[in-house]
C-alpha cells in the first residue's frame, strides 16, 4: 500500500512526497529499490496519461486557423528532437506536461515515447534519490537555492513555446539554387 501510495503521488505532484519517501528509504524505513521503482513508475504514468489521453484528439485545435499555422513546424520540431525532448522531459518541472502534449500532437511513435519516457522516470527517480542521500547542501553546490531558482522552470516553459512554434530556417543552399 505505501508503493501504491508512492506512485499515486509521482503521478499527481512530482517532487515533494517522493524525497520524503526517498529520506525514509535512506534510513531503512522503506525498501530502497522499491521506493525508486515506484517513483519512476509514477512518474512516467504522470506523462504518458497526457500522451495517451492527447494522442488522436488534439487534433482539434486546428479548428483554429493561428494554431493551425504553427502545426507543421511544432510537428517537424517535435520530430528531429523527439527522442531527446522525452528523455529530458521528466527533468523539467516546466515542462512535464507540455512534452507529453506535444508529442501526442506530433503523432510520436506511442512505443518510442512509452519505452524513453520509462528510462527518463528511472533516471529522474534515480536523481532524486541521490540528492536526498547527499543532503541539501547538494543544491546549494549547484546555486539552485537563491531567489531566481523558482523562475527557471517558468522560463524553460516559455523558452520551449517559442521554441517549439518557430518555422524550422530554410537552408540557405537551397535557397539561392
Known sequence: ??????IIFAIVEG?????????????GKLNWAAVWCAGAIGGSAGDQIWFYLLRGR???????PKLTRYREAVS??????????????????????AI???CAYANV???????????SGFA?????????KL??????????????????????????????SRPKRRDLSKADG
Not at 488534439?58 to 483554429?64: A, M, N
Not at 506511442?110 to 524513453?116: E, M, T
Not at 529522474?124 to 536526498?132: K, N
Request: proline share 5%.
Open 1 to 6: 500500500a505505501q508503493y501504491l501510495t508512492i
Open 15 to 27: 517532487e515533494i512526497y517522493y524525497s520524503k519517501v526517498c529520506a525514509d528509504a535512506m534510513i
Open 58 to 64: 488534439i487534433h482539434w485545435l486546428d479548428r483554429f
Open 76 to 97: 517537424e520540431r517535435v520530430h528531429s528532437h523527439e527522442s531527446l525532448m522525452v528523455l529530458s522531459g521528466r527533468f523539467l518541472p516546466g515542462l512535464r506536461t
Open 100 to 102: 507529453p502534449v506535444a
Open 109 to 119: 511513435r506511442p512505443l518510442k515515447f512509452s519505452v524513453l519516457n520509462l528510462v
Open 124 to 132: 529522474w527517480a534515480g536523481s532524486i534519490m541521490l540528492f536526498v
Open 135 to 164: 543532503g541539501s547542501r547538494t543544491l546549494v553546490a549547484a546555486g539552485l537555492n537563491a531567489w531566481w531558482g523558482p523562475l527557471i522552470p517558468a522560463a524553460l516553459v516559455v523558452v520551449f513555446f517559442r521554441w517549439l
